[in-house]
């Protein structure tokens, strides 16, 4: 069974630095693509970051330059490192799996990692 479990999550202050993992089971990431995406309190979930099997990364316009996603198939983990925070980036954070390609349709789902922006 595919399996997804978001770790990471925490309060911070505005300016801080989180280090969100998404870690595999029940499968190999190496051949799928990784998307993170993220729910604020009254808000739809929103596309954050998303990396191919081949290693292409994407980013919203908002978190470019500040969030970087990474993986390491040996680990059978993504990362997705977050830098100067700003507390619009406050939500629920979620990974998810797809075959190869971010644009291809999300199979699997995690169950998300809090995060908190404030002072």
């Known amino acids: 069974q595919l399996q997804l479990v978001e770790s990471g999550g925490g309060l911070v202050q505005p300016g801080g630095s989180l280090r969100l993992s998404c870690a595999a089971s029940?499968?190999?990431?190496?051949?799928?693509?990784i998307g993170w995406s993220r729910q604020a309190p009254g808000k739809e979930r929103e596309g954050v970051s998303c990396?191919?099997?081949?290693?292409?990364?994407t980013y919203t316009d908002s978190v470019k330059g500040r969030f970087i996603i990474s993986r390491d198939n040996a680990k059978n983990t993504v990362y997705l490192q977050m830098n100067n925070l700003k507390p619009g980036d406050t939500g629920v954070y979620y990974c998810?799996?797809?075959?190869?390609?971010?644009?291809?349709?999300?199979?699997?789902w995690g169950q998300g990692t809090q995060v908190t922006v404030s002072s």
């Open positions: 990396i191919s099997s081949s290693g292409g990364s």
């Open positions: 998810a799996a797809a075959s190869r390609s971010c644009s291809s349709r999300w199979s699997s």
């Open positions: 029940g499968f190999t990431l190496d051949y799928y693509a």
